[in-house]
């Protein structure tokens, strides 16, 4: 009599041991996924910011020659790249190379310093790829004619 009553009990403790299992499996899975997540974002800010620096050192080079030195450079935008601002974010002249680049935690600015005045218009560049950046020292800037700049767009 006493075997009809233990017949389930192997199965219910392999069903319990590998529940327990899982309960134990099931976090460190999403740890892992949200760490790789997190790694992704720093990977696309730190390309980010290399391209900032390339087309600022670029820029501060070009600016320094004067009109009408002029470069061709390239620069890899990663993904996640929502927007690239060259001046300021309202498309005007200043001194910053901006890259805006989204996050689980909002969109991220990567910016560089340029001591030179630039311009341009990148803003169309959101794919991720390798971009010919025309970078041209300009005696009169399109966003403001009476201020000599550096002017940036992507070549076509």
Known sequence: MRSKNR???????LLLTL?????????????AFIQVSNANTSFGSAESQ????????V???????????RVITSIN????????YIGNTTGGAGNLVIFVVDSAAGPSYITEYVPV?????LQGITTPGTYLINVTALSSCPSDPTTRCVYMQAVT
Do not use: R
């Open 7 to 13: 017949k389930g009990q192997s199965s219910f403790e």
């Open 19 to 31: 529940s327990f299992g899982l309960a134990i499996l099931l976090p460190v899975v999403v740890i």
């Open 50 to 57: 290399q391209a900032a620096s390339n087309l600022a050192s």
């Open 59 to 69: 820029a501060s080079i070009v600016g320094s020659e004067g009109p009408p030195a």
């Open 77 to 84: 935008v990663p993904p996640g790249v929502s927007n690239i």
């Open 117 to 121: 005045t630039v311009s341009g218009n």
